[in-house]
Structure formats: C-alpha cells, structure tokens
C-alpha cells in the first residue's frame, strides 16, 4: 500500500483513503487533494492495492496501524476507501464519497457468488463499465488509460465479505453520492445513513470528476470540519 503526505505543515491531519484504482497523479485526484491541502489540512493519502488476498491484512490493517499514532484525525473516504474507511477508530467527522458498501446490480449476486468461490488470488476477471460515463465527465484519459483492467476471485470474495460486515456506521458520518451511479449499490447507504445526512450531486461515481464538483466542495470542506451539523446549513441548492 503506498502513502504520502501533502502539506506536511498543515494545521490538522485528515486521513484520505482513495478508491480503487485512485492515484494521486490522477488529475481529479490531485485537485481534490490540493483542495484540502489549501484548506491547511496536513493530508495523509493512501492508495489502496487494487488486488487483495485478505481485507484486513491488505487493506484495513495497514491504514488501522497508522491512525493510532494520530492524536484525532477528519476522515475522508471514497468508494472502496470508504469500505476501509467505516472500520477505522479514532476519526472525529467521517465523510464518504460514493462509499463503495454494496455491489451494484450491475453485479448479479449469483455471479459473484460463483466468482468468490474460485480457490485464486490470480486477477483474470476482467472489469468493464469504468469508463467516462461511469466515473465522471471530467475523468481525464490518463486516469482511464491507467485504471486497473481485472480483478481476482479472492478480490471478489474479501470486499463482499467486508461489505457483508459492515459495522454501525458513526451517527454523525455525511455521504456524497449520485442517483445515476452505475458502481455502487444505494441500498446500504440508506439503511445505515440519516436522509439528511446524504448530499446527491449530480454525476457519476466521482464527486471530483463531477462538472459541478465546485459547487460541493465547500459542503465537503464544511463536513469535514463541522460534520453532518453543516450539511443541512450549505446544502447546495439546484435547478
């Protein structure tokens, strides 16, 4: 798993755990990383492998192990991210965008079921769909042309397991996420988050490839600061 901090000299630490197959050379990325950064975060990023034998040794454990040595943190986590995310201690405000809890029904549960069985950490499922439409309208081509292609059974059957474990989610955490989002599921945002505590944008599954990303910043910014208290109070308003 790799880490970077940005902005080492910033006034308070927010943790960012990215999605699958994020960078932080990832154009969209960048700008929201320097967005927090500006807002005089001291941002420790984490890109997550985008192949796992085992949850919580590849991905959970090493981002759990880092926190602990913080003294409070804001939580920032995006898609598969946000899977890691809901299992971590010791964040003050917790904000997921597009968290990755479900599969969405672009995933047949049989399939997966069958997928989760094969005994291999081998990645020869091929992922398709993560295109411009899917991500956002301002995906860029590199970050197309460098997304990971194919995933493994093991990979399948870790992340359901995750998802299936879900824990309580914190009673203050927002979510940002769209209508039109062809890679998540919905569902378990709304059976573990408040109505008013979810902010839907108009997009696909990045709010940071999103047009009208601008137009949520500050409410992310003010979530992180303030939790779900602020949502209700900058909630965009949209024609």
Not at 89 to 117: C, I, K, M, T
Not at 136 to 147: K, M, P, R, Y
Not at 149 to 160: D, G, I, K, L, N
Request: charged share 25%; glycine share 8%; proline share 6%.
């Amino acid at each position: 798993m790799r880490h970077r901090i940005f902005n080492e000299d910033g006034e308070e630490d927010l943790v960012f755990v990215m999605g699958w197959g994020n960078r932080w050379t990832h154009e969209n990325v960048s700008w929201l990383i320097g967005t927090l950064a500006n807002a005089d975060y001291r941002v420790h990023a984490f890109e997550l492998p985008t192949n796992v034998d085992d949850f919580k040794a590849d991905w959970l454990e090493p981002i759990a192990e880092y926190v602990v040595d913080l003294e409070g943190y804001q939580l920032l986590g995006h898609s598969a991210g946000a899977l890691v995310g809901q299992a971590l201690d010791g964040a003050e405000n917790h904000v997921y965008l597009s968290p990755w809890w479900g599969y969405s029904d672009a995933y047949p549960d049989l399939a997966l079921d069958l997928l989760a069985e094969i005994p291999t950490a081998f990645p020869f499922v091929p992922v398709g769909g993560m295109d411009r439409d899917a991500l956002g309208e301002l995906a860029t081509d590199h970050q197309l042309a460098t997304l990971p292609r194919w995933v493994s059974p093991a990979f399948v059957r870790e992340t359901r397991r995750a998802q299936q474990e879900l824990l309580t989610i914190d009673h203050d955490a927002v979510v940002f996420c769209s209508l039109r989002d062809p890679v998540i599921s919905l569902r378990p945002i709304g059976e573990r988050i408040p109505p008013e505590h979810v902010v839907l944008y108009d997009g696909g599954h990045e709010l940071f490839s999103a047009p009208e990303r601008e137009t949520y910043v500050d409410v992310v910014l003010a979530a992180l600061e303030e939790g779900a208290t602020a949502v209700e109070q900058r909630r965009p308003v949209t024609v």
